[in-house]
């Protein structure tokens, strides 16, 4: 089952689990107890909602430390990622620190092993569509070489500093 399928089972129970308490605050034939299960189940309803509102977003942090990871071994440097979501924005941005400043072909190729990595690792293909990612090449000196761009659902633009 996908996650929209949990959301919408859970939202249906829980709007039951709601109508039911209040049904049930007026008559006076039901236990307590009856009442008071009926409430713990809400609140366990309410703190499983909200575990699998982030649940996305913490996959898609593993995959980019995982890729952070991987890359930043295998070329040899130091890789900064972030991720930023909230109603309107998510976002991963990933500093990157050379001793060297790579060509502009070796950081566009660094860029693409990254939108792949973290693809791969978080097995979500159309991740791009929904994320919008932003690169950094910085020298030694702190200083800005290359910066690309791939905003949600569009091609990545390259820059050079």
Excluded: C
Aim: no cysteine; proline share 2%; hydrophobic share 45%.
């Amino acid at each position: 089952m996908g996650i929209i399928t949990w959301y919408l089972l859970i939202a249906l129970i829980f709007i039951f689990l709601f109508i039911t308490l209040v049904k049930w605050k007026k008559q006076k034939s039901v236990t307590r107890r009856s009442k008071l299960i009926l409430g713990s189940m809400l609140i366990v309803m309410l703190l499983l909602v909200s575990g699998l509102i982030n649940a996305p977003h913490k996959k898609v942090w593993e995959a980019v430390k995982e890729t952070q990871e991987a890359v930043g071994q295998s070329w040899g440097i130091e890789i900064t990622p972030s991720l930023t979501t909230d109603s309107n924005v998510s976002e991963v941005t990933f500093s990157f620190l050379f001793n060297e400043a790579p060509s502009e072909e070796e950081a566009i190729n660094l860029f693409n092993e990254i939108l792949e990595g973290v693809v791969i690792y978080s097995k979500k293909l159309n991740l791009w569509d929904n994320y919008d990612a932003y690169f950094d090449i910085k020298s030694e000196s702190n200083i800005v070489i290359y910066r690309a761009e791939k905003p949600s659902g569009q091609e990545l633009t390259f820059k050079t500093k």
